[in-house]
């Protein structure tokens, strides 16, 4: 178990607990159709708000991986095999393979 998933695991728990607290909290202070209602009405936009923070990271991350060039290095700069002038942006040319390139704008 590598570090991230203990941070979802540990995030999913903690949602987990704030769920259960809400449901707890909302069977104490209420009768049964209007707790439920409530917990509906609470637990709705929380996970609105947890899906769009998680596609906004997982965007924002998309998004700065092609900003910066990502695999296929900075924009802006193109690759030509030396060997067979083939414009390309990898470690060997997919032309004739060879790892002798140079860079021009
Ligand atoms: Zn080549």
Redesign the pocket.
Known sequence: MNDSTKRFLTSQLVWIGIYFGIAVAASFLLQFPYSFLVLFAAIIPLSLYRRRRYLKKMGGGEDSFFRSGGMFGPKGIDYY??????K?HQI???????K??KAGF
């Open positions: 095999c030396i060997n067979c002038g083939t390309h060997a040319c997919p032309n004739c393979g060879s002798m390139k």
